[in-house]
Protein backbone atom coordinates (compact mmCIF):
# COMPACT_ATOMS: atom_id res chain seq x y z
CA UNK A 1 0.00 0.00 0.00
CA UNK A 2 2.96 2.58 0.99
CA UNK A 3 4.57 1.59 -2.33
CA UNK A 4 5.31 3.64 -5.87
CA UNK A 5 6.18 1.86 -8.67
CA UNK A 6 8.13 3.25 -11.40
CA UNK A 7 9.35 1.91 -14.84
CA UNK A 8 11.23 1.49 -16.76
CA UNK A 9 14.59 1.04 -14.56
CA UNK A 10 16.40 2.65 -17.43
CA UNK A 11 15.57 4.67 -20.20
CA UNK A 12 18.02 5.77 -23.50
CA UNK A 13 16.70 8.42 -26.05
CA UNK A 14 17.75 10.58 -28.68
CA UNK A 15 18.33 13.88 -28.42
CA UNK A 16 15.11 15.92 -29.38
CA UNK A 17 12.46 12.82 -28.43
CA UNK A 18 10.35 12.08 -26.15
CA UNK A 19 11.03 10.53 -22.65
CA UNK A 20 8.13 9.36 -20.81
CA UNK A 21 8.59 7.52 -17.11
CA UNK A 22 5.80 5.80 -15.71
CA UNK A 23 4.79 5.69 -11.74
CA UNK A 24 1.86 3.46 -10.11
CA UNK A 25 0.67 3.73 -6.87
CA UNK A 26 -1.95 1.71 -4.50
CA UNK A 27 -2.70 4.13 -1.14
CA UNK A 28 -5.36 6.51 -2.41
CA UNK A 29 -4.50 8.87 0.39
CA UNK A 30 -2.03 9.77 -1.68
CA UNK A 31 -2.26 13.82 -2.43
CA UNK A 32 0.74 15.11 -3.88
CA UNK A 33 2.71 13.46 -6.55
CA UNK A 34 6.44 15.51 -7.01
CA UNK A 35 9.34 14.29 -9.28
CA UNK A 36 13.12 14.40 -8.43
CA UNK A 37 15.99 14.58 -10.84
CA UNK A 38 19.28 13.42 -9.40
CA UNK A 39 22.83 14.16 -11.30
CA UNK A 40 25.55 12.02 -9.92
CA UNK A 41 27.58 13.48 -7.14
CA UNK A 42 24.11 15.41 -6.00
CA UNK A 43 20.92 15.09 -3.74
CA UNK A 44 17.84 15.02 -5.27
CA UNK A 45 15.94 18.24 -6.36
CA UNK A 46 12.28 19.18 -6.98
CA UNK A 47 11.69 19.05 -10.55
CA UNK A 48 7.94 19.54 -10.81
CA UNK A 49 5.03 18.39 -8.63
CA UNK A 50 1.11 17.70 -9.09
CA UNK A 51 -2.36 16.89 -7.28
CA UNK A 52 -4.59 14.69 -7.50
CA UNK A 53 -7.12 17.40 -8.96
CA UNK A 54 -5.90 18.20 -12.10
CA UNK A 55 -5.08 15.85 -15.05
CA UNK A 56 -1.74 17.65 -16.18
CA UNK A 57 0.74 20.05 -15.30
CA UNK A 58 2.95 21.59 -17.15
CA UNK A 59 6.18 23.81 -16.69
CA UNK A 60 8.97 24.09 -19.84
CA UNK A 61 9.31 20.72 -21.68
CA UNK A 62 8.65 18.72 -18.25
CA UNK A 63 5.13 17.50 -17.97
CA UNK A 64 3.41 15.55 -15.45
CA UNK A 65 0.22 13.33 -16.73
CA UNK A 66 -1.88 12.21 -13.76
CA UNK A 67 -4.74 9.17 -14.20
CA UNK A 68 -6.52 9.18 -10.48
CA UNK A 69 -8.60 6.37 -11.58
CA UNK A 70 -6.21 4.38 -12.66
CA UNK A 71 -3.95 5.35 -9.90
CA UNK A 72 -1.07 6.47 -12.11
CA UNK A 73 0.84 9.27 -13.22
CA UNK A 74 4.07 9.84 -15.55
CA UNK A 75 6.51 12.10 -16.35
CA UNK A 76 7.27 13.51 -20.22
CA UNK A 77 10.36 15.12 -21.15
CA UNK A 78 9.75 17.06 -24.55
CA UNK A 79 12.53 17.51 -26.76
CA UNK A 80 14.74 15.46 -24.72
CA UNK A 81 18.75 16.59 -24.18
CA UNK A 82 21.73 15.42 -23.26
CA UNK A 83 21.59 17.66 -20.20
CA UNK A 84 18.68 15.74 -19.16
CA UNK A 85 20.28 12.46 -18.54
CA UNK A 86 19.89 12.29 -14.78
CA UNK A 87 17.91 10.12 -12.57
CA UNK A 88 14.63 10.40 -12.28
CA UNK A 89 12.46 9.49 -9.16
CA UNK A 90 8.36 9.81 -8.98
CA UNK A 91 7.26 10.04 -4.79
CA UNK A 92 3.83 10.35 -3.57
CA UNK A 93 2.87 11.51 -0.08
CA UNK A 94 -0.06 12.82 1.65
CA UNK A 95 -0.88 15.38 3.83
CA UNK A 96 -1.76 13.26 7.55
CA UNK A 97 1.85 11.77 7.40
CA UNK A 98 3.19 15.85 7.03
CA UNK A 99 6.67 14.55 5.44
CA UNK A 100 6.78 10.55 5.09
CA UNK A 101 7.30 11.12 1.29
CA UNK A 102 7.59 7.91 -0.77
CA UNK A 103 10.18 7.35 -3.53
CA UNK A 104 9.79 4.80 -6.51
CA UNK A 105 13.22 3.15 -7.28
CA UNK A 106 14.24 5.75 -9.54
CA UNK A 107 14.67 5.67 -13.92
CA UNK A 108 18.31 6.52 -15.14
CA UNK A 109 17.52 8.41 -18.21
CA UNK A 110 20.63 8.62 -21.00
CA UNK A 111 19.96 11.21 -24.10
CA UNK A 112 22.22 10.36 -26.54
CA UNK A 113 23.60 13.18 -28.59
CA UNK B 1 21.54 30.60 0.59
CA UNK B 2 23.67 27.69 0.56
CA UNK B 3 20.83 24.97 0.64
CA UNK B 4 21.35 22.43 2.70
CA UNK B 5 24.80 21.64 4.04
CA UNK B 6 25.78 17.76 4.66
CA UNK B 7 29.55 16.58 6.11
CA UNK B 8 31.51 15.03 5.79
CA UNK B 9 30.94 14.35 1.69
CA UNK B 10 32.85 11.23 2.08
CA UNK B 11 33.68 8.70 4.80
CA UNK B 12 35.94 5.51 4.93
CA UNK B 13 36.05 3.98 7.92
CA UNK B 14 36.66 0.68 9.39
CA UNK B 15 33.75 -1.81 10.60
CA UNK B 16 33.25 -1.73 14.53
CA UNK B 17 33.97 2.29 14.36
CA UNK B 18 31.76 5.26 15.74
CA UNK B 19 30.54 7.04 12.30
CA UNK B 20 28.92 10.77 12.37
CA UNK B 21 27.67 12.51 10.18
CA UNK B 22 26.43 16.03 10.26
CA UNK B 23 23.45 18.26 8.53
CA UNK B 24 22.42 22.32 8.28
CA UNK B 25 19.07 22.90 7.19
CA UNK B 26 17.99 25.60 5.27
CA UNK B 27 17.44 28.24 7.76
CA UNK B 28 13.32 28.41 8.31
CA UNK B 29 12.52 24.96 7.09
CA UNK B 30 11.16 23.46 10.65
CA UNK B 31 11.03 19.74 8.51
CA UNK B 32 14.24 17.62 8.61
CA UNK B 33 14.82 14.49 7.14
CA UNK B 34 17.35 11.59 6.59
CA UNK B 35 17.65 9.19 3.85
CA UNK B 36 19.88 6.41 2.90
CA UNK B 37 20.35 5.63 -0.90
CA UNK B 38 21.94 2.31 -2.55
CA UNK B 39 21.11 0.83 -5.70
CA UNK B 40 19.59 -2.08 -3.95
CA UNK B 41 16.83 -0.65 -1.86
CA UNK B 42 16.86 3.12 -3.71
CA UNK B 43 16.08 6.47 -1.39
CA UNK B 44 14.88 5.16 2.51
CA UNK B 45 13.70 7.50 4.96
CA UNK B 46 15.45 6.76 8.16
CA UNK B 47 13.86 9.32 10.12
CA UNK B 48 12.16 12.80 10.08
CA UNK B 49 12.22 15.69 12.69
CA UNK B 50 9.80 18.44 12.60
CA UNK B 51 10.59 21.50 14.90
CA UNK B 52 13.74 19.50 16.15
CA UNK B 53 11.63 16.73 17.36
CA UNK B 54 11.39 13.08 15.85
CA UNK B 55 8.53 12.22 14.28
CA UNK B 56 8.91 9.19 12.66
CA UNK B 57 11.97 6.99 13.34
CA UNK B 58 10.51 3.93 11.93
CA UNK B 59 12.31 3.81 8.99
CA UNK B 60 16.15 3.37 11.40
CA UNK B 61 17.41 0.03 10.63
CA UNK B 62 18.60 -1.17 13.99
CA UNK B 63 19.88 0.14 17.30
CA UNK B 64 23.20 1.26 16.07
CA UNK B 65 21.42 4.12 14.31
CA UNK B 66 20.99 6.82 16.02
CA UNK B 67 19.49 10.71 15.02
CA UNK B 68 19.74 13.83 16.70
CA UNK B 69 18.31 17.56 16.19
CA UNK B 70 19.48 19.69 19.13
CA UNK B 71 18.55 22.94 17.67
CA UNK B 72 16.78 24.08 14.48
CA UNK B 73 20.59 24.56 12.50
CA UNK B 74 21.77 20.75 13.22
CA UNK B 75 21.64 17.20 13.01
CA UNK B 76 23.58 14.06 13.14
CA UNK B 77 23.16 10.52 12.36
CA UNK B 78 25.63 8.29 14.18
CA UNK B 79 26.31 4.90 13.69
CA UNK B 80 27.95 2.80 15.67
CA UNK B 81 29.19 0.13 15.68
CA UNK B 82 29.26 0.62 11.78
CA UNK B 83 29.19 -2.31 9.52
CA UNK B 84 30.18 -3.23 6.14
CA UNK B 85 26.03 -3.20 5.05
CA UNK B 86 25.97 0.18 6.03
CA UNK B 87 27.85 1.44 2.74
CA UNK B 88 25.89 4.26 1.06
CA UNK B 89 24.76 7.62 0.36
CA UNK B 90 22.96 9.45 3.32
CA UNK B 91 21.10 12.32 2.19
CA UNK B 92 19.75 14.96 4.79
CA UNK B 93 16.90 17.35 3.62
CA UNK B 94 14.73 19.80 4.88
CA UNK B 95 11.45 21.47 3.93
CA UNK B 96 9.31 24.37 5.45
CA UNK B 97 6.23 22.68 4.71
CA UNK B 98 7.05 18.90 4.54
CA UNK B 99 6.42 18.52 0.95
CA UNK B 100 8.79 20.75 -1.46
CA UNK B 101 12.34 18.84 -0.29
CA UNK B 102 15.68 20.55 -0.28
CA UNK B 103 18.31 18.05 -0.51
CA UNK B 104 22.26 18.05 0.30
CA UNK B 105 24.80 16.49 -1.74
CA UNK B 106 24.77 13.74 0.41
CA UNK B 107 28.04 11.67 2.67
CA UNK B 108 29.08 8.68 0.74
CA UNK B 109 30.01 6.32 3.72
CA UNK B 110 32.14 3.24 2.91
CA UNK B 111 32.64 1.00 6.14
CA UNK B 112 35.66 -1.68 5.51
Known amino acids: ?113 | DAGVIQSPRHEVTEMGQEVTLRCKPISGHDYLFWYRQTMMRGLELLIYFNNNVPIDDSGMPEDRFSAKMPNASFSTLKIQPSEPRDSAVYFCASSSTGFGYTFGSGTRLTVV
Open chain 1, 1 to 113: QQQVKQSPQSLIVQKGGISIINCAYENTAFDYFPWYQQFPGKGPALLIAIRPDVSEKKEGRFTISFNKSAKQFSLHIMDSQPGDSATYFCAANWGGSQGNLIFGKGTKLSVKP
